[in-house]
């Protein structure tokens, strides 16, 4: 029976799914963003982590993002699957990385 992944681990593996549709839709910006976050993460790095997270929130950022707005019009159905799937990821990603800086804190004192 395989080991559980922690959640640093599915993290990583999440970031490698984002990066590689942020590659299909030709997403140059995020795509570094994220490929620089799990360069990190794969060195255990929390700031990977905290890089992740300060990508959220706010206008503007990923989680604004839309790919590929010009596919609307011409393939609607691979446009909305598109982000129907960075919608899942970018969910996904966002629990993961709360629940590892969760898991990474000192006890609170009080």
């Known amino acids: 029976m395989p080991t559980p992944l922690t959640p640093m681990d599915a ?11 942020l590659e299909t839709a030709n997403e140059a910006y995020w795509r570094r963003w994220m490929t ?6 794969d060195d255990h790095q929390l700031a990977g982590v905290s890089q992740v997270l300060a990508a959220y929130g706010g206008q503007d950022t990923f989680s604004d993002l839309e790919l590929s707005p010009e ?29 590892v800086t969760s898991a990474t804190a000192g006890p609170q004192d009080g």
Do not use: G, K, V
Request: glycine share 0%; proline share 2%.
């Open 36 to 41: 620089r976050a799990l360069a990190r993460i």
């Open 71 to 99: 596919l609307a019009a011409q393939t609607p159905h691979r446009h909305q699957a598109r982000n129907a799937r960075l919608t899942e990821l970018r969910s996904e990603i966002f629990e993961l990385a709360n629940a």
């Open 11 to 21: 993290l990583a593996e999440r970031l490698a799914e984002l990066i590689a549709l």
